[in-house]
Structure formats: structure tokens, C-alpha cells
């Protein structure tokens, strides 16, 4: 082997180290920019020798021009579906099925999640990733190898020296992280684009985009579940088996269970569905598998699917309910979203009694009628959605429903934009007032502490706030006379409002609530321009010039900008101490989400050594200090936390535990004003 062969294997190894660790591991070891400088050696070695590239080079992701169409790709192995149960009883009476059988006293399992996504079958050979396909009809599927290799979680080729088979057969799952899912549809509605409806459908219509460079910007990830083909070396259980696809690079399933009975599986599935709406994705229930591949091939299959396994599904989120009435609510941007106020109905355990029906185009288009009987989806935590009306044949039904005339809040008469109804008394609206100050101190935003819903609708029905400005001007003795304050509430907001006055930029700029102005948008333009002055005096063309920045948003800012009423608010809020602080502006550099955030860490981390995190904390621009302060912004306590608990309790200073320190790395939050 060459030098230059030698050098370009030893940056390969390295990069592939370094994108285990940081997506399959999320423990990177190293900075971003550190891990930039690898990947650019890379590429331009690789420039200077083209010859030399290697299809498994991690530059290689990506490669190549849209496709015409999909090849069809004959699977090696059907890919069978799964039956499904939805009760303990019929589980038993699938494991008695199978114990008598193989004729069996007992027989022991293996249970996982049940990933709601897209199957794929993974082929490598010498352990090279050669080729990728999607189900299709579980004998021919559609060859989507060059998306399926801008999937950062899958490795291009597995790990040296670990005794994988020279041929391997993979099925897995490809989907989207809830977190990864609504900023990709955040981004796309900041882009004037049509969000996706549900993760799974994000995740299909990415795997199956035939430009895989638009592929390779969305988020999706991968985890492999079966272990398909046979031959020497193969493990005698599926759970073990899955144990050397982990031990070779591939990404498995972070939940499982070894189940010395079924009974241990069904205990699985109650822990699944008790954590389901935490979790970072989606799961319609667990799978149970026989884990001896010896019976699993004893019992055979039928002609869609294995008689050794099942899905237990958790129950339906979708139930049937009657509409009493469609109200309207009036959000901070003027928007008028109908609410359908619903017959109370449980769904997976959880009563509902409104759903958003988004806009009165909606309304109209799904032709929703107080009385009728509409189908109702619930994921996660979020509002539930009205999925259809049901016809019921004879049923009577009511007039259409007319979008109104005016606000129902302020009386000012409404406009219509697409498909939203807004009201246009945007001074005089006290509703659009409550929600530009709910998303002014809004996590997101400004993130001041302190102040609720019920606060903020008591000054506004108060008239102590009359705009955003009018927050800075409140004195603790007005609050003092407040129902539900007292001294130490009080002196919290206070507190919070006076730490506001440093705002970052991006931070600022989220909370003015401009139309199209999400987190994404509101980091391009801080960076671009650093200061808040450049980017008011910005011209539609000059913010179009900008790559993220079409001419929707380009009006949109601009026209904030240039209303007279903003400025003056603007203006007001610097009169009374706010500053928003500039950001520097590096070209090519990225931002640096934990700018003027410090951390105090007490006790031991899991997955982090103390260096670690202060790397990562520092990577992100953040700053690592050894004692709690006021200034501190969070306290990460590991195991065997110290005093510095109880200081950061009595500052009312954030305290994070280990999972709550990594969603906030994973979410790159902005940085606290
Ligand atoms: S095993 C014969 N394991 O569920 C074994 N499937 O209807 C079949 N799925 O199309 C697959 N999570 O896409 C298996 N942990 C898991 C799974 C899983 C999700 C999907 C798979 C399949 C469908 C079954």
C-alpha cells in the first residue's frame, strides 16, 4: 500500500470512528470542527487522487446525479409481514400455539420495539455495503442503495476484525426521530414548503426521493432487527444475533428484551406502551419473536408471515366521535384556527374533547359539520387531528360551517391569506396580544421563566401590558397586587425579565414573533448579519441573496421592519436596558448554538468523562465553570451529585440530569437569553 493509500485508509478509519460515536453512540469524542478539518483532509486528498476513492470512503455518502426511476431489486430472503394481536389473551394463546407445536413446556423469546417506518433489506459483502432495498411486495422491493447510504447511522462498511460473515443479510427499519421530524417540517413551513403529515410518511418519501443529495439533507435513521441469512458463526438466538450485528457497526434496537417466557414479554410491552409517549420516536407496539432459530425454522412460515412471530400492537390512536361545535381561536400571529369541541372520547387511554381543524380552508375541504361523526388521530402529546368525517347513512346534518365575518375576540373584520382567515385588529386584539407574549418568553424565544398563560392574560385584561415593550416596565410592586403572586414569585420574574435585557440575536429575533420566523431562519439571518440594525435596514434583495431566504420570507421580514408600530417597540424595548447582543459573523463556521450559555457539572456522567462534556459543551460555544453563580445557566448533575445541587436550587438555577443534558445537546438549543 501507498503512503498516500496509507494516510487516506488511516482519515477513512478515523471519520468512521468519530460518525459511530457521534450518530450511532452520541458520544462524540471529538469537536465538530476538529471533525471538519478530518473530513476536508479527506476530500481534498481524495481531489488530488481520484483514483483512489473507494465506494466506502465517507465521502461517498452522497454521490452521483438524480435517477430516472428505481431499479427493482429481487429480494435474497421474502420479507414477510407481521400478524397482529391486540390483547395479553391472544399473545397466550400465540405462545401456546407455539409450544405444542415444537412441543415444548416452555419457550423463551425475544421482544423489541415495533419501529414505525419503512423495512429495508441491507446486503454487505466482505463487508462492504453493496446493496439496499425496500420492501415492496416482500419479494421484489426498489433499489434504493444510494439514499440508503446517506444515512449517517449506516455504516458503509463494518468493523474490522470482528468476524462478520463474508456474505450478511440485514432487515431493518429506516424512520425520522420525533425531535429531527418537526424541525425538518419546522424548516420546511419556515420555507414556504409543505410539511409532512407523520414521520413515517417524512421518512418514506425521503427514502423513495430519487435525488439522494436532497436525501442526504433530510434526518432519517436506521436500526436492524434481523439477521436473515445462515451460515457459520450465526448465533443460535435471534437476541444474540442481534448482539453480533451490534458488534459488527450496525445500529440496533436501544429497547429489547430476553424473554425466558412469554410472560416476560408481555411485561415488555406494558413498559413500551408506559413509555411510548416519551420516547424520541414513533412505535406501534412490540414485536415478540421466538429467539431459537432452530424452532423459528421448525415452525416455519405462512405465506405472508413467520409462524414465530408477532406483532403486539398497543391500541388504536384513532376513535370515532361526534363534533359539538366548532369554536375559532385567535393565535398571536392574528390566525384563526378552528377548534372541533368534541364528544369526550378515550383514545389509547388518554380523554379527548377538541381537535384542531387547522384553517377554515380545512374546515371546508374535509367538509366538517357540528353533529357529525369524524375520525380522530392522537400522537404523541400533542393536539389531536381530525382525520375524516364519517358518512353514517340517514344521519341528519347541519349547515356547512361559515368562516366568520369577524374576530371573535376583537370584533376587527377578518381577511383571508391561502388558506387562513386572519383577523386584522393587530393592536387593538388582546388576543394576539396574550400569544406574541406567550412566544416572546417562550422557551424557544426568550425563555423567561415565570410567566404563564394565566400572568400573561391577567396584564393584558389588566392593561399593564399593552405590547412587548410594556414587559420591562412592570414593577414588582404592580405584581405584588397580582392574584397568585407573592414576594418570592415576584422577585423570580423579576429576576428573569432583568437577564433577559442581554438577549442573544437569534433568540430576539424568534420572539418578535415575524411571520416565517422559526429557529431555523432566525440562525441564518444572525449569522449573516450579527446585529439587529443590519438585518432592519436589510433590502428584499439582499435577504433574498441569501441561500435559506425565499421571497416569502424576504417580504415577510422586510415588511415587519418597516411597520412603523415594530420599530417603536423595538426602539422602546433598548430604552428600557434591553440589549441584543451582536453576534461575530464567521463565514463557513457553524453556529455556535451554546454562545454565552455556562454550565456547572457536579457528580459522575454515564457517557461522558468531565472533559468530554466540557469539549462538547465548548464545541457548541458554550463555557464549562467549576462553581454555581447567579450567571450560571444550567447545572448538569450526574451520579453522586455534591453541594452544587442545593446552590443552584436556592438561585433557581436549571438543574439537568444526564438525559436532560443530552436532549439539550441533541437539540442544540439555542443559547438562554
Ligand atoms: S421483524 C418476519 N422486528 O413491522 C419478521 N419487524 O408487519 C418480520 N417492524 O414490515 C420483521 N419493527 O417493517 C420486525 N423490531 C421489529 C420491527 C419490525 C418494525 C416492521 C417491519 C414489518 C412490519 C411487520
Request: include cysteine.
Amino acid at each position: 500500500m501507498s503512503s498516500t493509500q496509507q494516510r487516506l485508509e488511516e482519515l477513512r478509519q478515523a471519520i468512521r470512528r468519530h460518525d459511530e460515536l457521534y450518530y450511532v453512540q452520541s458520544r462524540p469524542d471529538i469537536s465538530d470542527a476538529e471533525y471538519d478539518k478530518l473530513y476536508r483532509n479527506l476530500q481534498s486528498l481524495e481531489q488530488e487522487f481520484p483514483d483512489l476513492i473507494t465506494p466506502d470512503s465517507p465521502t461517498q455518502r452522497v454521490g452521483g446525479a438524480p435517477l430516472p426511476q428505481f431499479q427493482k431489486s429481487q429480494h435474497e430472503f421474502p420479507l414477510l409481514s407481521l400478524d397482529s394481536e391486540m390483547s395479553e389473551d391472544s399473545v397466550r394463546t400465540f405462545d401456546e400455539r407455539v409450544r405444542r407445536d415444537l412441543d415444548e413446556a416452555e419457550v423463551g423469546y425475544s421482544a423489541e420495539p415495533k419501529f414505525d417506518g419503512l423495512s429495508v433489506e441491507l446486503t454487505y459483502v466482505q463487508g462492504m455495503f453493496v446493496r439496499g432495498a425496500t420492501r415492496g411486495d416482500g419479494t421484489i422491493g426498489e433499489d434504493v442503495t444510494h439514499n440508503l447510504r446517506t444515512i449517517r447511522t449506516l455504516p458503509l462498511r463494518l468493523k474490522e476484525g470482528t468476524g462478520f460473515p463474508p456474505h450478511l443479510v440485514v432487515r431493518g427499519e429506516v424512520f425520522i426521530r420525533l425531535p429531527d421530524f418537526h424541525q425538518l417540517n419546522q424548516r420546511l413551513t419556515e420555507l414556504g414548503e409543505e410539511p409532512f403529515s407523520n414521520p413515517r410518511n417524512s421518512a418514506s418519501g425521503t427514502l423513495r426521493q430519487l435525488d439522494p443529495q436532497l436525501t442526504a439533507k433530510r434526518p432519517l435513521t436506521i436500526t436492524c432487527y434481523d439477521f436473515m441469512n445462515d451460515g457459520e458463526g450465526k448465533p443460535a438466538t435471534h437476541f444474540d444475533a442481534v448482539f453480533c450485528l451490534e458488534a459488527w457497526g450496525l445500529p440496533i434496537p436501544q429497547f429489547r428484551q430476553n424473554c425466558p417466557s412469554i410472560e416476560e414479554a408481555l411485561a415488555f410491552h406494558r413498559t413500551m406502551a408506559d413509555q411510548r409517549d416519551s420516547l424520541p420516536f414513533e412505535i406501534d407496539g412490540i414485536v415478540i419473536k421466538v429467539n431459537r432459530f432452530d424452532w423459528q425454522r421448525q415452525l416455519g412460515e405462512k405465506s405472508r408471515s413467520p409462524r414465530w412471530a408477532i406483532a403486539y400492537k398497543f391500541p388504536a390512536r384513532k376513535e370515532l366521535t361526534k363534533v359539538r361545535a366548532i369554536a375559532v381561536s385567535v393565535g398571536r400571529t392574528g390566525a384563526l384556527t378552528p377548534i372541533a369541541m368534541l364528544d369526550p372520547v378515550d383514545i389509547g387511554g388518554v380523554t379527548v374533547s377538541r381537535a384542531s381543524l387547522h384553517n377554515v380552508e380545512e374546515v371546508a375541504r374535509k367538509d366538517v359539520r357540528v353533529g357529525d361523526t369524524v375520525k380522530v388521530e392522537r400522537a404523541g402529546d400533542v393536539i389531536p387531528d381530525i382525520l375524516e368525517r364519517v358518512d353514517i347513512p340517514g344521519e341528519q346534518r347541519t349547515e356547512p360551517f361559515i368562516p366568520p365575518a369577524q374576530c371573535p375576540v376583537c370584533q376587527s373584520h377578518t381577511l383571508q391569506e391561502g388558506p387562513v382567515l386572519y383577523c386584522t385588529g393587530q393592536t387593538v386584539c388582546s388576543a394576539q396580544l396574550k400569544g406574541s407574549l406567550e412566544h416572546y418568553v417562550s422557551k424557544g424565544a426568550m425563555n423567561i421563566d415565570g410567566l404563564g398563560k394565566k400572568t400573561i392574560a391577567q396584564f393584558v385584561d389588566e392593561e399593564l401590558v399593552k405590547d412587548l415593550g410594556d414587559l420591562y416596565t412592570l414593577k414588582k410592586e404592580q405584581l405584588l397586587g397580582l392574584e397568585g403572586f407573592a414576594e418570592k414569585s415576584a422577585t423570580q420574574l423579576m429576576d428573569g425579565l432583568e437577564k433577559s435585557k442581554e438577549a442573544a440575536l437569534p433568540r430576539f429575533l424568534i420572539g418578535l414573533g415575524i411571520r416565517h420566523v422559526g429557529s431555523h431562519i432566525a440562525k441564518v439571518l444572525a449569522q449573516h448579519y450579527g446585529g439587529l440594525e443590519k438585518i432592519q435596514l436589510a433590502s428584499e434583495e439582499d435577504l433574498q441573496a441569501i441561500h435559506e431566504i425565499g421571497p416569502e420570507i424576504a417580504a415577510s421580514v422586510k415588511s415587519f421592519f418597516q411597520e412603523e408600530r415594530n420599530l417603536h417597540v423595538i426602539q422602546r424595548m433598548k430604552d428600557l436596558g434591553v440589549h441584543v447582543e451582536e453576534i461575530e459573523v464567521v463565514l463557513g463556521e457553524l453556529f455556535q448554538p451554546f454562545a454565552g450559555v455556562s454550565f456547572v457539572l457536579t457528580g459522575t456522567l454515564e457517557d461522558f468523562t468531565r472533559d468530554e462534556a466540557k469539549q462538547k459543551i465548548e464545541s457548541l460555544g458554550g463555557r464549562m465553570m467549576t462553581s454555581v453563580s447567579k450567571k450560571t445557566d444550567y447545572v448538569v448533575a450526574g451520579r453522586d451529585p455534591g453541594s452544587k445541587i442545593e446552590k443552584a436550587q436556592s438561585l433557581n438555577v436549571t438543574v439537568l440530569n444526564e438525559s436532560g443534558f443530552k436532549a439539550l445537546l441533541s437539540d442544540s438549543i439555542l443559547p438562554k437569553s
